[in-house]
């Protein structure tokens, strides 16, 4: 477009050149704001015999100032570098300091847009190159801003005072550092600029390089002898490092003080300080050399253990300790892992490029190690006092000597309650424990994060599987007491299994939502978009769905996408329909997850109650049956990960099996009620003399034919006895509820276990699980009520609403789960109620806007914000009636979402 107009431009000025040229007599208009708008093309092309003919005979003011800025025709020549027509401008009389009114003279511009010849010319005729813009901005600031650096070189020799400052206190020096133009500064400093002036915040050139992290500009500053100075608020060059995470320039700043490596150590205590950044700056640091890397590491090491022995003892602020220490550990393990000690970097003999055992740097962490494990076994030994009597008091002399221990190895803590321990004070084991569960549980957290990152990702250190064996009683006792420490301290539950099974009866009585918590904490830990379900940038990245053939195409489309890609967000769009967003992505999981069950597909089979389904044992008369149940869990499983409802409900084994929980008799009643009678009777009853004569091999029926399976090797031989019988019981039930289905039910695995990890889902029991994937199985609608909201006009006392919930209360449940749908494109209210209905930005209520009535409107929907459109219907019948309309046409086929 710029082109076409400049073409269209330069034709219209030949055409007024030749014009002129045939035409001498060409005279300009006589004001001067019609004549200026004649002259500015000209001047702009920098046509200036055009020019200088129309202005010959004109009584033109060359100094008029036109347009909403007020400037003359020679700042537009001095802009644009049309040095011609500003040489005749200035020889007609120009004034080159004529400030437009933003302040800026024909100088400014033409130093900003680094016009070299226009500079030198405006100097010819004394261009002042003081004079401030309203900013107070001077041309050798513009010229500092951009890096114009030849320029500069003409303009300080015209210039006094190269310091000269903004209205900010900034100099071209400030400038120039701040925006990294390494040749315009080494100008300026040569020139006699201030290299430690501060502008009026206390601000210097160094710290103006650091806040942008320019490290070529620092280093200059630093190696002619800048100061290391604080602004007026104390905030230093390093603490804005920090703050924008630029290792290169820190380690610049460290290069010359360095005193300044033990300040950023420290930083890592500062809870102000993002966390994120300060690890970019020390991964930055660490990997100069090998010797930086130990340095790193060992100086962590050290700040990590004062503070866990600050933390220990007990005088001092608990959550600030506490986040202090978790934070270091997070840090160093951070440091740790990116460094050539590594084991995740090849390197499994423990040793650095130096040889240096990889031991070395943990070395100081030993000694809080060692404390922690002194506090452990001091208190195993007072719960055994305490259980063997329980009335008893303990001389509390050892817990003196541990905290002695702990002061002298950290002198600046103040331990109060040692005096009181010393002054022969008794604590008994039940407030030693109340003293110390929670700063022991963060320093144990701490721990499992030092062993972790000396192990290859994924495996658990032996030497911590070996802690908790150790202490188990002591950390039950823990946990008991207060769950909470759980979630807060005990994650390495999640990633070892044979450490969570020692603690899993406690978990699971722990709060139904604590657990959701924890789960979606880890879950989605490393995840970039915390909001979930969100619309993808590309298009490439639309699971297009064919609606005649939802099954099939949304197989085709999951399995061309990656998981991550699903991790990270869904967008669905219905082939032949614009609608996209929340409303659709809910709809598409609610219409699919009937599908799944469809008996076209011969996947599930309804069970004996008609409401819940179990694997078909016979699902391999379709052949694909093993990809379609791997892509039936994959869907359960990114439904459960993204928070969305699925309308359909399986059976209670079926659960268990996706919980890795053993399936019990009562089972078998969800597929064979009469079946489970017997199972019942036989472990209700004396069997030894009925001559039941069975043994442990069952006739079961494979595609319509009877054919006996043995239930263990021999079976058919080994006869059911009163003493055996409940071995018999729980085999026949495996062979029926598990055996049957069990590559269908590996194959489903196989697929959810895709977004959720078997250690994080057994958090919950088979009902819970329910509830997580497919939400309250009837709505309240007092609840729905109670969580709703009003707005474009309504409220909850307008006569429209009370009808609305009038008549919401008389329709059928079928007919709530088609208004629910209607509105938030799920038929499924989540765990918790209406209160926790998702929308595209997270928790969204249920709203009604007020819409305009006109005869025979319907009700419509933004199913994205869970928002109900409703008309201002003139009586309830009008309402109701208009409302089932909706319902019944448009449950589903969302145009606009």
Same mark, same amino acid.
């Given at each position: 477009?710029?082109?076409?107009?400049?073409?269209?431009?330069?034709?219209?000025l030949s055409?007024?050149?030749?014009?002129?040229?045939?035409?001498?007599?060409?005279?300009?208009?006589?004001?001067?704001?019609?004549?200026?708008?004649?002259?500015?093309?000209?001047?702009?092309?920098?046509?200036?015999?055009?020019?200088?003919?129309?202005?010959l005979?004109?009584?033109?003011?060359?100094?008029y100032?036109?347009?909403?800025?007020k400037?003359s025709?020679?700042?537009?020549?001095a802009?644009?570098?049309?040095v011609?027509?500003?040489?005749?401008?200035?020889?007609?009389g120009?004034?080159?300091?004529?400030? *437009?009114?933003? /302040?800026?003279?024909? @100088?400014?511009? #033409?130093?900003? +847009? =680094?016009? %070299?010849?226009?500079m030198?010319? &405006? $100097?010819?005729?004394n261009?002042d190159?003081?004079?401030?813009?309203?900013?107070?901005l001077?041309?050798?600031?513009?010229l500092?801003?951009?890096?114009?650096?030849?320029?500069?070189?003409?303009?300080?020799q015209?210039?006094?005072?190269?310091?000269?400052? *903004?209205?900010? /206190?900034?100099t071209a @020096?400030h400038? #120039?550092?701040? +925006? =990294?133009? %390494?040749t315009?500064?080494l100008? &300026? $400093?040569?020139s006699?600029?201030?290299?430690?002036?501060?502008?009026?915040?206390?601000?210097?050139?160094?710290?103006f390089?650091?806040?942008?992290?320019?490290?070529?500009t620092?280093?200059?500053?630093?190696?002619?002898?800048?100061?290391?100075l604080a602004?007026?608020?104390?905030?230093?060059?390093?603490?804005?490092?920090?703050?924008?995470?630029?290792?290169?320039?820190?380690?610049?700043?460290?290069?010359?003080h360095?005193?300044?490596f033990?300040?950023?150590?420290q930083?890592?205590?500062?809870?102000?300080v993002?966390?994120?950044?300060?690890?970019?700056?020390?991964?930055?640091?660490?990997?100069?050399?090998?010797?930086h890397?130990?340095?790193?590491?060992?100086?962590?090491?050290?700040?990590?253990?004062?503070?866990?022995?600050?933390?220990?003892?007990?005088?001092?602020?608990y959550?600030?300790?506490?986040?202090?220490?978790?934070?270091?550990?997070?840090?160093?393990?951070?440091v740790?892992r990116?460094?050539?000690?590594?084991?995740?970097?090849?390197?499994?003999?423990?040793?650095n490029?130096n040889k240096?055992?990889?031991?070395?740097?943990?070395?100081?962490?030993?000694?809080?190690?060692?404390?922690?494990?002194?506090?452990?076994?001091?208190?195993?030994?007072?719960l055994?006092?305490?259980?063997k009597?329980?009335?008893?008091s303990?001389?509390?002399?050892?817990?003196a000597?541990?905290?002695?221990?702990?002061?002298?190895?950290?002198?600046?803590?103040?331990?109060?309650?040692l005096?009181?321990?010393?002054?022969?004070?008794?604590?008994?084991?039940?407030d030693?424990?109340?003293?110390?569960?929670?700063?022991?549980?963060?320093?144990?957290?701490?721990?499992?994060?030092?062993c972790?990152?000396q192990?290859?990702?994924?495996?658990t250190?032996?030497?911590?599987?070996?802690?908790?064996?150790?202490?188990?009683?002591?950390?039950?006792?823990?946990?008991t007491?207060n769950?909470?420490?759980?979630?807060?301290?005990f994650?390495?539950l999640?990633?070892?299994p044979?450490l969570?099974?020692r603690?899993?009866?406690?978990?699971?009585?722990?709060?139904?939502?604590?657990?959701?918590?924890?789960?979606?904490?880890?879950?989605?830990?490393?995840?970039?978009?915390?909001?979930?379900?969100?619309?993808?940038?590309n298009e490439?990245?639309?699971?297009?769905i064919?609606r005649?053939s939802?099954?099939?195409?949304?197989?085709?489309?999951?399995?061309?996408?990656?998981?991550e890609?699903?991790?990270?967000g869904?967008a669905?769009?219905?082939?032949?329909?614009?609608g996209?967003?929340?409303?659709?992505?809910?709809?598409?999981?609610?219409?699919?997850?009937?599908?799944?069950?469809n008996?076209?597909y011969a996947?599930?089979?309804?069970?004996?109650?008609?409401?819940?389904?179990?694997p078909?044992?016979?699902?391999?008369?379709?052949?694909?049956h093993?990809?379609?149940?791997?892509?039936?869990?994959?869907?359960?499983?990114?439904?459960?990960?993204h928070?969305?409802?699925?309308?359909?409900?399986?059976?209670r084994?079926?659960?268990?099996?996706?919980?890795?929980?053993?399936?019990?008799?009562?089972?078998?009643?969800?597929?064979?009620?009469?079946y489970?009678?017997?199972?019942?009777?036989?472990?209700?009853?004396?069997?030894?003399?009925?001559g039941?004569?069975?043994?442990?091999?069952?006739?079961?029926?494979?595609?319509?034919?009877?054919?006996?399976?043995?239930?263990?090797?021999?079976g058919?031989?080994?006869?059911?006895?009163?003493?055996?019988?409940?071995?018999?019981v729980?085999?026949?039930?495996?062979?029926?509820?598990?055996?049957?289905?069990?590559?269908?039910i590996?194959?489903?695995?196989?697929?959810?276990?895709?977004?959720?990890?078997p250690?994080?889902?057994?958090?919950?029991?088979?009902?819970e699980l329910e509830?997580?994937?497919?939400?309250?199985?009837?709505?309240?609608?007092?609840?729905?009520?109670?969580n709703?909201?009003?707005?474009s006009?309504?409220?909850?006392?307008?006569?429209?609403?009370?009808?609305?919930?009038?008549?919401v209360?008389?329709?059928?449940?079928?007919?709530?789960?088609?208004?629910?749908?209607?509105?938030?494109?799920?038929?499924?209210?989540?765990h918790?109620g209406?209160?926790?209905?998702?929308?595209?930005?997270?928790?969204?209520?249920?709203?009604i806007?007020?819409?305009?009535?006109t005869?025979n409107?319907?009700?419509?929907?933004?199913?994205?914000?869970n928002?109900?459109?409703?008309?201002?219907?003139?009586?309830?019948?009008?309402?109701r009636?208009?409302?089932l309309?909706a319902?019944?046409?448009?449950s589903?086929?969302?145009?606009?979402?």
């Amino acid at each position: 477009m710029m082109e076409r107009a400049m073409e269209q431009l330069n034709v219209q000025l030949s055409r007024l050149t030749r014009s002129l040229r045939r035409a001498r007599t060409v005279e300009l208009p006589e004001d001067n704001e019609t004549a200026v708008y004649t002259l500015m093309p000209m001047v702009m092309a920098d046509q200036h015999r055009s020019v200088s003919e129309l202005l010959l005979n004109s009584k033109f003011d060359v100094n008029y100032a036109f347009g909403r800025v007020k400037r003359s025709l020679l700042h537009i020549a001095a802009n644009c570098g049309s040095v011609e027509c500003l040489v005749l401008l200035l020889k007609r009389g120009a004034n080159p300091n004529y400030q *437009d009114i933003s /302040g800026c003279t024909p @100088l400014h511009l #033409a130093a900003r +847009n =680094g016009q %070299k010849k226009c500079m030198g010319k &405006l $100097l010819e005729y004394n261009a002042d190159v003081n004079i401030c813009n309203n900013e107070g901005l001077t041309a050798i600031h513009w010229l500092a801003v951009n890096g114009r650096t030849e320029l500069l070189h003409d303009l300080v020799q015209h210039v006094s005072n190269v310091d000269v400052e *903004d209205a900010m /206190g900034q100099t071209a @020096l400030h400038v #120039a550092c701040q +925006n =990294g133009h %390494k040749t315009t500064v080494l100008c &300026l $400093l040569d020139s006699g600029a201030d290299i430690n002036r501060p502008n009026v915040s206390g601000a210097t050139p160094l710290y103006f390089a650091c806040s942008h992290g320019q490290r070529d500009t620092a280093q200059i500053l630093l190696s002619r002898g800048a100061k290391y100075l604080a602004d007026k608020n104390g905030i230093t060059p390093l603490d804005l490092c920090v703050q924008g995470g630029y290792g290169e320039t820190c380690e610049i700043l460290i290069q010359h003080h360095a005193r300044l490596f033990q300040m950023l150590i420290q930083m890592t205590q500062n809870e102000d300080v993002k966390e994120n950044m300060l690890r970019q700056v020390l991964e930055h640091v660490s990997q100069q050399s090998d010797s930086h890397y130990q340095k790193v590491l060992t100086s962590l090491a050290e700040v990590a253990t004062t503070n866990g022995h600050k933390l220990l003892s007990l005088s001092s602020s608990y959550d600030a300790q506490m986040k202090s220490l978790l934070r270091i550990v997070r840090i160093f393990c951070h440091v740790f892992r990116l460094g050539p000690s590594s084991p995740n970097n090849g390197n499994d003999m423990g040793y650095n490029g130096n040889k240096t055992p990889r031991s070395q740097v943990f070395k100081p962490l030993e000694l809080l190690w060692h404390s922690l494990d002194e506090w452990l076994m001091l208190i195993s030994t007072e719960l055994e006092r305490s259980t063997k009597n329980p009335s008893s008091s303990s001389s509390s002399s050892e817990i003196a000597s541990l905290l002695l221990k702990q002061r002298e190895s950290d002198p600046s803590s103040n331990t109060p309650t040692l005096s009181l321990l010393e002054g022969e004070a008794y604590v008994d084991g039940e407030d030693v424990i109340s003293m110390t569960a929670n700063r022991l549980s963060a320093v144990i957290q701490a721990f499992y994060m030092s062993c972790s990152c000396q192990m290859p990702q994924g495996m658990t250190s032996p030497r911590f599987i070996e802690f908790v064996c150790k202490h188990d009683e002591v950390l039950k006792c823990f946990v008991t007491r207060n769950p909470k420490i759980i979630f807060n301290h005990f994650h390495f539950l999640l990633e070892c299994p044979e450490l969570m099974s020692r603690f899993m009866h406690i978990i699971k009585n722990q709060p139904f939502k604590d657990r959701c918590e924890w789960f979606y904490e880890h879950l989605l830990a490393g995840q970039p978009d915390s909001d979930m379900v969100h619309r993808p940038v590309n298009e490439s990245d639309i699971l297009l769905i064919h609606r005649d053939s939802i099954f099939r195409s949304s197989c085709e489309m999951v399995s061309k996408s990656t998981n991550e890609k699903l991790k990270q967000g869904i967008a669905v769009r219905f082939h032949g329909e614009e609608g996209m967003g929340q409303g659709v992505v809910r709809e598409w999981f609610d219409i699919l997850s009937n599908e799944i069950i469809n008996p076209d597909y011969a996947l599930f089979t309804q069970s004996a109650d008609g409401t819940t389904f179990q694997p078909n044992s016979n699902s391999s008369v379709n052949p694909d049956h093993l990809n379609y149940f791997q892509f039936a869990g994959q869907i359960l499983g990114l439904a459960l990960y993204h928070r969305q409802l699925v309308n359909i409900y399986f059976t209670r084994s079926f659960y268990k099996h996706i919980l890795g929980i053993p399936v019990s008799y009562q089972d078998v009643s969800s597929i064979d009620p009469e079946y489970a009678k017997n199972l019942q009777w036989i472990l209700d009853n004396d069997i030894s003399d009925l001559g039941l004569e069975l043994t442990f091999s069952v006739e079961t029926d494979v595609f319509g034919a009877m054919e006996e399976v043995p239930l263990k090797p021999g079976g058919s031989s080994i006869l059911v006895t009163q003493d055996n019988k409940a071995e018999y019981v729980q085999l026949v039930t495996e062979l029926r509820m598990t055996r049957a289905i069990q590559p269908q039910i590996n194959a489903f695995l196989q697929g959810f276990h895709t977004f959720i990890p078997p250690s994080l889902i057994q958090l919950f029991d088979e009902y819970e699980l329910e509830l997580l994937l497919s939400g309250m199985p009837e709505i309240d609608v007092e609840d729905w009520c109670r969580n709703t909201e009003y707005t474009s006009g309504y409220d909850p006392e307008d006569p429209v609403i009370q009808w609305f919930w009038k008549v919401v209360r008389r329709l059928t449940q079928e007919e709530r789960v088609l208004l629910l749908q209607f509105v938030t494109g799920s038929s499924r209210v989540p765990h918790g109620g209406f209160a926790f209905l998702m929308g595209g930005s997270g928790l969204q209520k249920f709203t009604i806007a007020a819409v305009p009535y006109t005869s025979n409107l319907l009700p419509t929907s933004s199913t994205c914000i869970n928002m109900l459109k409703l008309p201002e219907y003139p009586n309830q019948e009008v309402l109701r009636d208009r409302l089932l309309v909706a319902l019944h046409c448009g449950s589903y086929g969302y145009t606009m979402a």
